[in-house]
């Protein structure tokens, strides 16, 4: 059992013990019912104190149990607090270091509470689209007040112990100990107090019996749905966060937990919640590598180095400044240095300006920068990272001046988009130390980090990496090396579906509305207008040279060679005006598509926005199966991170692989056989990759 009972005294104390957070699965369920059990049966024991070990005191459910039967078996967690609550001796929760989710509901259910400073204490649930489902939504509102109780809940953010115990009149936390190490002692302490109260003849008190009201209620629920509603667009929970707490104001209290049970029990069954929770797990698995053991040695990353200072240069060296961690940049000429430095600045100055980064915050990162043309300079960096122009001549000499002046065991990266990660380690005498870092662009903003893994890419050096990005809080999932790696090989058969598309009788505009109502941040034509059209003209023109069968519409290159480039040159797929975003259609594109189909002898159908998604997102998914099969990915999971991340795949659909699982493989699959008979698209893509047909086969998911 997962929960340790020892009698100090007459106070008997039952630690959880379920590392890492204490989460409250089956065997620590057990162990906190048998603790109890043999408590009440003691005649020496006249309290209980419950607490937990490490590093929490809970973090609520167990996530190893997630969506199994042990999450559900008795007793469960209502039983349990249940348990508590029928407690014919006092029993005191002692909460320290984090409280959440679960681990709240099972200290709301004990007589007492006292907790540490510094305790983060909430009720995250909302955030797996989820409300609390162990009492939560009906006890946190009787002892914090209804308004800051739902604010909890609805938001599921972490709340300080100390503010919790300085609300006026709160009954959450009977005692804010003097620090964590007086913490046991405290909760000793008020254990024999409650004992010797209880022997007085004073009831022991539960939550359940408080009193729970808004001055104001219909009026408050009124507002505080509207609220929600504007925030919580595409998420059912938060909504039935206000629902539930409304509950507790209004009904007896047996009858809201019953309501309580019942949303939570509704909502689980929700695509939404589906997809945060595959979300939830999917983020913990991604930095998991399946032969790269958890503790493997990490190299200490003191320095850093960036060869390059444009846009991308910039971007990844801010990711350091922020994180503390020095950095030198290298380039060839200091025009570029200065340029580069600038932007850094720019971003920085701006950050203050919206008051998201204190004055003292910024010189302290600028202080950790310095620049250089000299690579004699980078002889002291433990790891660098390359980004200059993607061209394999210049990678080449970069890279040959590197392991000339690296010290030995640095980490050397880099962080192309489209070229051979191997043949970049060849160029050095060290091939194990080389390793992709494949930022995305704004570098300093977007999550995603896709770690490219070499064919002789040293375990450790991958681990350190990994290490690496998350220390610089970026969500990393490892790619094996290929063309576009992950995400941008699948975005290739995404964008030239949206191709065909046009060719076939839509507007960029109609395909672009289509895929945002599905949830896309943007449609494949505004995200070209924002990358740079010239970006695909010059991998289609490789393409065209290597791969002579692959079918391309030609709309886009017709679209470059009218030079509109996207919105660095204000006119793309769309016109934009100076200093805005908003994408406004344009009548010469509308007719140069016209014309191309006219030429093509293509009479234009109208086509439903139903089929313009499935195409689109279908045509990432059959990619992907491809680069699963191959062994690029690890798991179905880390390209629905790639893409939740990345590319702005909407989160309540969890990614394009969970998203098919929903959808149903033979589903899947049956459309991309429909797909492949329309003569003006591409057959051979749309054959379903051999991995989904056998999934299919055996009726199984990628995901599942
Ligand atoms: P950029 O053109 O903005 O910056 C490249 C910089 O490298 C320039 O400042 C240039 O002066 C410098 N440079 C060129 N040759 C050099 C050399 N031999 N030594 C030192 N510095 C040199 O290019 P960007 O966009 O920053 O791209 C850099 C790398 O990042 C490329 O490999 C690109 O494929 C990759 N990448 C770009 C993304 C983007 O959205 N821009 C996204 C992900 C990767």
Sequence with gaps: MTAHYQVHGDVAVITLDNPPMNGLGLSTRQGIVAGLGQA??????????????????????????????RAIQDPNLLSVILALEHSSKPVVAAVHSICMGGGLELALGCHYRVVAPGCS???????????????????????????????????????????????????????????????MDEALALARDAAAKQAA????????????????????????????????KNYPAPVKCVDAVEAATKKKFDEGMAYEREVFTNLMFTP???????????????????????????????????????????????????????????ETKQE?????????????????KKGKLKPEKYEERMALLTTTLDYKDLGDADMVIEAVFEDMGVKEAVFKQLDAVMKPGAILASNTSTLDVDAIASFTSRPQDVIGTHFFSPANVMKLLEVVRGEKTAKDVLATVMALGK????????????????????????????????????????????????????????????????IGWAIRKRRYVEKPDMKYSKTADLLCEMGRFGQKTGAGWYDYVPGKRDAIPNAQVVEMIEKHRAAMGIQPRKISDEEIVQRLVFSLVNEAAHILEEGIASRASDID????????????????????????????????????????DDAKFWQPAPLLQRLVAEGKTFTG
């Design 272 to 330: 939404e919640c589906r997809a945060l929770r595959h979300l939830f797990v999917a983020e913990r698995a991604a930095s998991k590598i399946p032969d790269v053991p958890e503790d493997t040695p990490k190299r200490e990353i003191k320095k850093m180095a960036v060869i390059g200072a444009g846009t991308m240069g910039g971007g990844i060296s801010m990711n350091f400044l922020n994180a503390g961690i020095p950095v030198v940049i290298l």
């Design 40 to 69: 009440q049966e003691d005649p020496a024991v006249r309290a209980v104190v419950i607490t937990g070990k490490g590093k929490a005191f809970s973090s609520g459910a167990d996530i190893k149990e997630f969506g199994t039967d």
């Design 201 to 232: 003849g004073s009831a022991l008190p539960l939550v359940r019996n408080l009193p729970c009201k808004h001055p104001q209620g219909d009026a408050y629920f009124q507002f505080a749905r509207n609220m929600v509603k504007g925030m919580a």
């Design 121 to 183: 204490v909430a009720l995250p649930e909302v955030k797996l689209g989820l409300i609390p489902g162990a009492g939560g939504t009906q006890r946190l509102p009787r002892v914090i007040g209804v308004e800051t109780a739902l604010n909890m809940i609805a938001t599921g953010e972490p709340v300080k112990s100390e503010l919790l115990a300085s609300l006026p009149g709160q009954k959450l936390f009977d005692k804010l100990a003097a620090s964590a190490e007086t913490l």
């Design 641 to 680: 991170m790639v893409y939740l991340t990345g590319y702005g795949f909407p989160i309540w659909r969890g990614g394009p692989m969970h998203y098919a699982d929903q959808v149903g493989l033979f589903n899947v699959c049956e459309a991309m056989k429909r797909f492949a008979q329309n003569p003006l």
């Design 471 to 534: 220390k610089i809080k970026k969500t990393c999932v490892v790619s094996g090396v290929c063309d576009g790696f992950i995400g941008n090989r699948m975005i290739e058969q995404y964008g030239r579906q949206g191709g065909f598309l046009l060719e076939e009788g839509c507007t960029p505009q109609q395909v672009d509305r289509a895929i945002e109502k599905f949830g896309f941040a943007m449609g494949p034509f505004r995200m070209g207008d924002l990358a740079g059209n010239d």
């Design 336 to 352: 570029a240095l200065d340029r580069g430095v600038a932007t850094i600045r720019k971003n920085y100055e701006s950050q203050v």
